[in-house]
T-cell receptor, first 111, second 112 residues
Framework: DVKVTQSSRYLVKRTGEKVFLECVQD?????MFWYRQDPGLGLRLIYF???????EKGDIPEGYSVSREKKERFSLILESASTNQTSMYLC??????????FGSGTRLTVV | GQQLNQSPQSMFIQEGEDVSMNCTSS?????WLWYKQEPGEGPVLLIA?????ELTSNGRLTAQFGITRKDSFLNISASIPSDVGIYFC????????????FGTGTRLQVTL
């Protein structure tokens, strides 16, 4: 089974901090995605990457950046965390349209 | 971004009952996926559908890819308490670079 591992289940950060969320997948998938999930808003795509060093903006990229230096790792960066970035963050990977697999999520609270 | 129309929004059923939920869209999709999400966890893939008309089962779960390619449904037979959670549909459209469009979710509660 494909495993998508997010480095932290829970994080509490202060406003203005730089925050790194890490995601690693172990099945050589070319695509990786970062979503945030908020009540009533569903899953919203922040960024995705279809290859090493390649990235594309999703629906809500403002306030976020990403890094993909290795195929298995996709990092989400909050340059200066704000309280409106408190959310559940979900990483996913896929092989084309197939085997679309999510991690367990990181619940980030910005205080 | 666009969301798929998923219904019902929530269901309260008794253990042993069958459940049916569906997703519809005005656009054609070439992949339909069904996920279950439990509180505090990420979505877990239940069933993947890749061809129009395809009917696929996973234990007590059965899903179908609609013939028009604009809808899909998920049935759960003989529900049990551990079926509780939020069920999401997701679809992939051609020309969207492997990005998925998600349904709004169906919250399922099972009472004894």
């Amino acid at each position: 089974d494909v495993k998508v591992t997010q480095s932290s289940r829970y994080l509490v950060k202060r406003t203005g901090e730089k925050v790194f969320l890490e995601c690693v997948q172990d099945m050589d998938h070319e695509n990786m995605f970062w979503y945030r999930q908020d009540p009533g808003l569903g899953l919203r795509l922040i960024y995705f990457s279809y290859d090493v060093k390649m990235k594309e903006k999703g629906d809500i990229p403002e306030g976020y950046s990403v890094s993909r230096e290795k195929k298995e790792r996709f990092s989400l960066i909050l340059e200066s965390a704000s309280t409106n970035q408190t959310s559940m963050y979900l990483c996913a990977s896929s092989l084309g349209q197939r085997y679309y697999t999510f991690g367990s999520g990181t619940r980030l609270t910005v205080v | 971004g666009q969301q798929l129309n998923q219904s019902p929004q929530s269901m309260f059923i008794q253990e042993g009952e069958d459940v049916s939920m569906n997703c519809t869209s005005s656009s054609i999709f070439n992949t339909w996926l069904w996920y279950k999400q439990e509180p505090g966890e990420g979505p877990v893939l239940l069933i993947a559908l890749y061809k129009a008309g395809e009917l696929t089962s996973n234990g007590r779960l059965t899903a179908q890819f609609g013939i028009t390619r604009k809808d899909s449904f998920l049935n759960i037979s003989a529900s049990i308490p551990s079926d509780v959670g939020i069920y999401f549909c997701a679809g992939h459209k051609a020309g969207t670079a492997s990005k998925l469009t998600f349904g709004t979710g169906t919250r399922l509660q099972v009472t004894l």
